[in-house]
């Protein structure tokens, strides 16, 4: 694989990733309760490898290929957005620094960031027709091995992005409860209305 490639790979993925969504909603909520920056973006991060993963391996296009499987996924993440959307809606998370955060907290913060960003769909179906794009069949690397090499730049532009906004919701919005509160609900509206726009193309298809 040659620089270029990686690249015009990076140009691209950037611009999916500055793009405010799911995984900034979750980010921006971790800021605003304290010390779980990390741990949500860890989460977020891992999501995305999974997805990584299951391109490289095959699965994705086994998947891709089979309506049923990828209606079942759709459904399954536009739920799990739906919940936490309307989670944020009813109770706004609320600042609160200094906050120390406990093993359990971290856990469970990375838990939800993999689930946020591994069941959403379009992120699973974006890295589907994404990724194999820039792979090269002569190329003296496996297709697989590519795959990887380009979702480690993804994740690296990740980490660096949702990190940013995750320590920058932290700075501003702690110090501001009721901006924080309408950036909450801000948040939670944006997944229930990605979720319900799942549920709508997936019922129109």
Same mark, same amino acid.
């Given at each position: 694989?040659?620089?270029?490639?990686?690249?015009?790979?990076?140009?691209?993925? =950037?611009?999916? =990733?500055? !793009?405010?969504? *799911?995984?900034?909603?979750?980010?921006?909520?971790?800021?605003?309760?304290?010390?779980?920056?990390?741990?949500?973006?860890?989460? @977020?991060?891992?999501?995305?490898?999974?997805?990584?993963?299951?391109?490289?391996?095959?699965?994705?296009?086994? *998947?891709?290929?089979?309506?049923?499987?990828?209606? *079942?996924? !759709?459904?399954?993440?536009? !739920?799990?957005?739906?919940?936490?959307?309307?989670?944020?809606?009813?109770?706004?998370?609320?600042?609160? $620094?200094?906050? !120390?955060?406990?093993?359990?907290?971290?856990?469970?913060?990375?838990?939800?960031?993999?689930?946020?960003?591994?069941?959403?769909?379009?992120?699973?179906?974006?890295? @589907?027709?994404?990724?194999?794009?820039?792979?090269?069949?002569?190329?003296?690397?496996? =297709?697989?091995?590519?795959?990887?090499? @380009?979702?480690?730049?993804?994740?690296?532009?990740? +980490? *660096?992005?949702?990190?940013?906004?995750?320590?920058?919701?932290?700075?501003?919005?702690?110090?501001?409860?009721?901006? +924080?509160?309408?950036?909450?609900?801000?948040?939670?509206? $944006?997944?229930?209305?990605?979720?319900?726009?799942?549920?709508?193309?997936?019922?129109?298809?």
């Amino acid at each position: 694989m040659t620089p270029s490639i990686f690249a015009a790979f990076w140009v691209v993925s =950037i611009l999916f =990733i500055i !793009t405010p969504g *799911v995984d900034w909603a979750y980010a921006i909520s971790a800021g605003m309760l304290g010390r779980v920056v990390v741990p949500a973006v860890a989460g @977020l991060l891992l999501g995305h490898l999974i997805a990584t993963l299951v391109v490289a391996a095959g699965v994705g296009a086994l *998947v891709a290929s089979n309506p049923a499987v990828l209606t *079942v996924l !759709t459904v399954a993440g536009s !739920t799990y957005l739906l919940w936490l959307g309307i989670g944020m809606l009813r109770h706004p998370p609320q600042p609160r $620094a200094g906050e !120390t955060a406990g093993s359990r907290s971290w856990a469970r913060w990375t838990l939800k960031g993999t689930c946020v960003s591994g069941l959403n769909p379009k992120v699973f179906l974006l890295f @589907l027709a994404l990724l194999p794009q820039f792979t090269d069949p002569a190329a003296a690397w496996s =297709i697989p091995a590519q795959i990887m090499a @380009l979702g480690m730049v993804h994740l690296l532009s990740c +980490a *660096v992005v949702y990190l940013l906004v995750g320590f920058s919701a932290q700075a501003v919005l702690q110090t501001r409860p009721q901006a +924080a509160r309408v950036v909450s609900r801000f948040s939670g509206a $944006a997944m229930v209305v990605i979720a319900l726009l799942l549920f709508t193309e997936q019922a129109i298809h």
